[in-house]
């Protein structure tokens, strides 16, 4: 059995050598189905992009998608991909991101929303991630629109994940709007999330956007606190 929660906890928590070790033990100890070999890839990409290896996550997430096509496996697909624009975006390589932003939505529009349980979490997939590729490109109005519409989703759905993630980036988009109040608002939501889930690998980052903002404001005792926490 594929011990998902475990390994994500393990890359959340800031134990990227870790879940490595742990995800490498199961591929050489244990008989994986193609499923569980696209999961453990995408796991493998996610702590290669927080540890700032770009070339090794992409390249994991392009094994994953790779295989995830082969099976015609939509929602891993969708994961997959999900890996690949996260890296290329850090990467700053945007030549080839509407493209796979496209097979995303072609995957979303091939699901039934009446019949496919997960269709609302791949939509707000979908939005996050084209919400995310407005902001890359300075577009941060139509970042907001899209990271607003993901994050009613996943609020609705109780993806915490996505949910916080959404929320500090919908945080970010208001900062260079220069809507503090907004932004202050969202990096709290993000912020009380992560923390009640203990994924420090995401609290610190939110962190230091709220003091940096909150400096900025000339609120420097409120920044010293947040960029503390």
Do not use: C, W
Request: no cysteine; hydrophobic share 40%.
């Amino acid at each position: 059995m594929l011990r998902t929660t475990e390994i994500k906890d393990l890359i959340y928590k800031a134990k990227y050598i870790e879940a490595t070790n742990l995800i490498h033990g199961i591929i050489e100890l244990e008989e994986i189905d193609e499923e569980t070999t696209i999961q453990l890839l995408n796991f493998l990409s996610l702590a290669a992009l927080k540890q700032g290896n770009l070339d090794l996550a992409l390249e994991k997430s392009d094994q994953a998608f790779e295989i995830a096509l082969g099976i015609n496996d939509g929602l891993l697909a969708i994961e997959s991909l999900r890996s690949k624009i996260d890296t290329l975006l850090k990467m700053s390589k945007f030549d080839k991101l509407n493209i796979f932003l496209l097979n995303l939505q072609k995957f979303v529009k091939e699901s039934d929303p009446e019949t496919d349980s997960k269709f609302n979490y791949k939509t707000a997939i979908y939005l996050h991630l084209k919400g995310a590729i407005e902001r890359y490109k300075g577009n941060f109005q139509l970042a907001v629109l899209n990271y607003q519409e993901s994050l009613q989703l996943s609020s609705e759905l109780e993806d915490l994940e996505t949910m916080a993630i959404t929320a500090n980036h919908l945080g970010i988009a208001f900062d260079h709007l220069g809507d503090y109040d907004n932004a202050i608002y969202y990096y709290n939501q993000a912020l009380k999330v992560f923390e009640e889930t203990e994924y420090i690998s995401y609290v610190g980052g939110v962190s230091m956007n709220m003091g940096l903002l909150l400096y900025q404001m000339g609120r420097h005792k409120e920044a010293l606190i947040d960029r503390k926490s």
